[in-house]
């Protein structure tokens, strides 16, 4: 299921541009595409949300890693919202309105 986190390329040759005009590795663009088929966007359903302890139960921490760092770049575009209610707690994710 998240076996684009397993690849080792994500260079920074390995960028694509978004219609946004934005580059994101290979990688990320992977993870977004993931998450836009898992979640909902806000818009839509302002309830629902995607659990990042759910999306890594049972993986490596070379994996959690990987998408961790990616969720960090679609956090800083503005692509995703997260939350978390404590120190070391889950992570709520959730696709923003114009993604």
């Known amino acids: 299921e998240l076996s684009f986190l397993e690849t080792d390329n994500n260079s920074p ?3 694509q541009s978004t219609s946004e005009g934005f580059n994101l590795s ?3 663009r992977a993870v977004a595409e ?3 088929r898992q ?3 806000i818009s ?3 309830t629902e949300d995607l659990s990042l302890n759910k999306i890594l139960e049972g993986k490596t921490r070379r994996i ?3 998408m961790f760092c990616s969720i960090l770049v679609l956090k800083s575009y503005g692509h995703i919202d997260v939350q978390q209610e404590e120190p070391y707690g889950d992570i709520s ?3 923003t309105p114009f993604y």
């Open 93 to 95: 994710l959730r696709l």
């Open 44 to 46: 839509e359903d302002p």
């Open 34 to 36: 993931y998450l836009k």
């Open 26 to 28: 290979v990688r990320t």
């Open 13 to 15: 040759t390995s960028l």
């Open 39 to 41: 979640i909902s966007p």
């Open 64 to 66: 959690s890693a990987r």
